[in-house]
């Protein structure tokens, strides 16, 4: 069990957290991803895979969602070191946003300057089929709170980070060709998250879509937000693994989203360990 350090300021936490984990794996890690609800079987594709249960990292909370196993798992993908998070910690767990945002905040201070973030999303585009993955170019946060509200700690970044580019287009521009190369349709698209656990009603998604948004769901902003402040460069992939509320008149169930994303995984895999070491090539 790791020991208890919650009376330090965040930045200290997160600082030993990063110490933590590189004490264990003591090499350079300049990529890491984040994986989201039936995504986290990438990380067994891991070469020499070191995984480190969340409850040895100072900190770290722990996940209560099924399909989010709740380690951090370090190895190689083509000989290139990467970290992957199998399982996130969600607003609509309970969790505060700076225990939401603790792990990025740990990747940042532990040295890694491209994060991926991956998700289940609900598909509000009809253009965009059960199964199909998405990179999403931009989001709305509809969570109902900004997650840096609070007190600010100028170490982490800036106090009013531009969000502006929050998701690189260099970083979509890659994998959009990866995806061209295996003869996949990666189609770009705005993602919503809402503070969840409810799926959103019918209503909400033809507001949604008024609004602009191909995809919602109920992480990856809060991410991204605290990613961009910190310096790191985001990728967001979302696999649309259900039709969101009124899409197609039929009912939405959690077992759903892990059995889509299970029987994508494979396509899934293979685009990320095309894009991996690209990623980590523009990063240096």
Known sequence: MAEDNTSLPIYERAEHAARTIRARFPEEVRTAIVLGSGLGAFADDLEDALPIPYEEIPG??????????????LGRIGGVPVAAMQGRFHYYEGYSFDEVLFPVRTLGLFGVKSLILTNA???????LAQGALMVISDHLNLM?????????DARFGERFPD????YARDYQELAVEEAHAMGLDLRRGVYAALSGPTYETPAE??????LGADAVGMSTVPEAVAARQIGMKVLGLSCITNMAAGVVGEPINHQEVIETGERVRDTFRELLRRVIPRLVISSQ
């Open 205 to 210: 998604i033809r507001m949604l879509r008024t």
């Open 144 to 152: 109902g709170v900004n997650p840096l509200r609070g007190l600010h």
């Open 121 to 127: 999303a609900g598909g509000i585009n009809i253009e």
């Open 60 to 73: 770290f909370a722990r996940p209560t969602v099924e399909g989010h196993a709740g380690r951090l798992v």
């Open 163 to 166: 969000l502006t580019e929050t």
